[in-house]
């Protein structure tokens, strides 16, 4: 008889998480695992999860990224109702909502395997002390009724163990991963440009996030700020959207450097915006391990981050790429700007990055997770 797996996830946006949830869904053997969807019913990967073959899908209307007690509360009941009809042998969750209400929907229902993915944690150092105390606290209470914990990068792994959520060793490591290949394929470059309203002869600079808190996007327009008065052959673009864009539009304008930056919004076609990119930069304040750093390095990019987290597991400094701390404008523009000003380097630091990138691809961490649903049956 198949395995019932059901994996749960707050809401299907543009983003790592949700990329390598829908992944999994995708590759995992249909003749062994009998495979569900838990999800909110908005985001962008609503219709990709939609037409899904040989996955049930399930669409939970309360089921939100904000706190909201009474919405949370009916999600609990709903993910409860669901797991004792359906009787999975393994809930699988992501994201910090969903873990939390779907690990504790899963144990009252006796589902009897339950596996939780960190891509990051709930609590951070950019949070009111008593909202970090909670989160942590839930986190830590929760992990005891977790069968298995999966990191998506050593630097998530240690800080957990160093918190108390779990303890040394007991979980498993899968990278936030991409489907390499998609990235690797060859295709011209420099096409969309034009549609853009780029200058074909300039240096584009992109981020590709979503535009929330964590991402820091403000940041990007202040580096970009910084580099345009030394360099004037370069174009900023950035790729995503989220509740942060009146603010972005308005630093953009505060700045006054509106004709040298684009947003670009969504984007279906990743691989082909890389493919328009000279540089990539991302100004996160805490991550797991995001995606767009193995993108870029299959897209043979130069990368520009900050500092956290697991970026330093893709990112060698001075090797294919540069890091800052957070908030570090001044360091992150001048590593823009030499950039910018030596094409060698950026060639050099792309090809290091490619050199690397099969560590990150999705079959590696799909196989690593199979292991440990197989030691838990």
């Given at each position: 008889?198949?395995?019932?797996?059901?994996?749960?996830?707050?809401?299907?946006?543009?983003?790592?998480?949700?990329?390598?949830?829908?992944?999994?869904?995708?590759?995992?053997?249909?003749?062994?695992?009998?495979?569900?969807?838990?999800?909110?019913?908005?985001?962008?990967?609503v219709d990709r999860a939609s037409n899904m073959p040989d996955v049930h899908k399930f669409w939970i209307?309360?089921?939100?990224?904000?706190?909201?007690?009474?919405?949370?509360?009916?999600?609990?009941?709903?993910?409860?109702?669901?797991?004792?009809?359906?009787?999975?042998?393994?809930?699988?969750?992501?994201?910090?909502?969903?873990?939390?209400?779907?690990?504790?929907?899963?144990?009252?229902?006796?589902?009897?395997?339950?596996?939780?993915?960190?891509?990051?944690?709930?609590?951070?150092?950019?949070?009111?002390?008593?909202?970090?105390?909670?989160?942590?606290?839930?986190?830590?209470?929760?992990?005891?009724?977790?069968?298995?914990?999966?990191?998506?990068?050593?630097?998530?792994?240690?800080?957990?163990?160093?918190?108390?959520?779990?303890?040394?060793?007991?979980?498993?490591?899968?990278?936030?991963?991409?489907?390499?290949?998609?990235?690797?394929?060859?295709?011209?470059?420099?096409?969309?440009?034009?549609?853009?309203?780029?200058?074909?002869?300039?240096?584009?600079?992109?981020?590709?996030?979503?535009?929330?808190?964590?991402?820091?996007?403000?940041?990007?327009?202040?580096?970009?700020?910084?580099?345009?008065?030394?360099?004037?052959?370069?174009?900023?673009?950035?790729?995503?959207?989220?509740?942060?864009?009146?603010?972005?539009?308005?630093?953009?304008?505060?700045?006054?450097?509106?004709?040298?930056?684009?947003?670009?919004?969504?984007?279906?076609?990743?691989?082909?915006?890389?493919?328009?990119?000279?540089?990539?930069?991302?100004?996160?304040?805490?991550?797991?391990?995001?995606?767009?750093?193995?993108?870029?390095?299959?897209?043979?990019?130069?990368?520009?981050?900050?500092?956290?987290?697991?970026?330093?597991?893709?990112?060698?400094?001075?090797?294919?790429?540069?890091?800052?701390?957070?908030?570090?404008?001044?360091?992150?523009?001048?590593?823009?700007?030499?950039?910018?000003?030596?094409?060698?380097?950026?060639?050099?630091?792309?090809?290091?990055?490619?050199?690397?990138?099969?560590?990150?691809?999705?079959?590696?961490s799909i196989t690593r997770l199979e292991e440990a649903y197989r030691q838990c049956f």
């Amino acid at each position: 008889m198949k395995k019932k797996i059901f994996h749960v996830i707050t809401k299907l946006e543009l983003g790592g998480a949700q990329e390598v949830t829908l992944m999994t869904l995708e590759r995992l053997p249909r003749e062994q695992y009998e495979l569900a969807l838990i999800t909110g019913p908005e985001g962008l990967l609503v219709d990709r999860a939609s037409n899904m073959p040989d996955v049930h899908k399930f669409w939970i209307d309360s089921l939100v990224r904000e706190v909201r007690p009474h919405k949370d509360l009916l999600s609990f009941l709903k993910l409860f109702s669901l797991f004792r009809r359906e009787r999975p042998t393994v809930v699988h969750t992501h994201s910090s909502k969903a873990g939390i209400l779907g690990r504790w929907a899963a144990k009252l229902a006796g589902v009897p395997i339950i596996f939780h993915t960190v891509h990051g944690f709930s609590f951070h150092d950019y949070q009111p002390l008593p909202a970090r105390k909670v989160y942590l606290w839930l986190e830590r209470i929760t992990t005891k009724i977790t069968t298995k914990t999966v990191v998506v990068s050593f630097a998530n792994a240690e800080k957990g163990e160093k918190s108390g959520v779990f303890t040394r060793r007991d979980w498993v490591l899968c990278r936030d991963a991409i489907a390499i290949d998609r990235f690797l394929a060859s295709g011209p470059r420099r096409t969309k440009l034009q549609q853009w309203g780029i200058d074909n002869a300039k240096v584009v600079i992109g981020m590709v996030a979503c535009f929330k808190p964590q991402k820091s996007p403000t940041d990007f327009i202040d580096v970009a700020a910084r580099v345009l008065p030394e360099c004037n052959n370069v174009h900023f673009v950035m790729a995503g959207d989220g509740e942060l864009r009146p603010s972005i539009e308005a630093r953009i304008e505060e700045h006054g450097i509106g004709g040298h930056v684009t947003l670009l919004g969504w984007q279906d076609d990743m691989p082909e915006v890389y493919r328009n990119l000279d540089i990539v930069v991302l100004t996160s304040l805490w991550e797991g391990l995001p995606c767009v750093f193995s993108e870029a390095m299959a897209s043979e990019l130069p990368i520009v981050a900050t500092n956290v987290d697991g970026a330093r597991e893709a990112i060698n400094d001075g090797e294919n790429g540069y890091l800052h701390e957070p908030h570090d404008i001044e360091g992150m523009a001048r590593s823009v700007i030499e950039l910018v000003r030596n094409p060698e380097l950026r060639r050099n630091m792309g090809s290091k990055g490619k050199a690397r990138v099969a560590e990150f691809d999705i079959s590696t961490s799909i196989t690593r997770l199979e292991e440990a649903y197989r030691q838990c049956f």
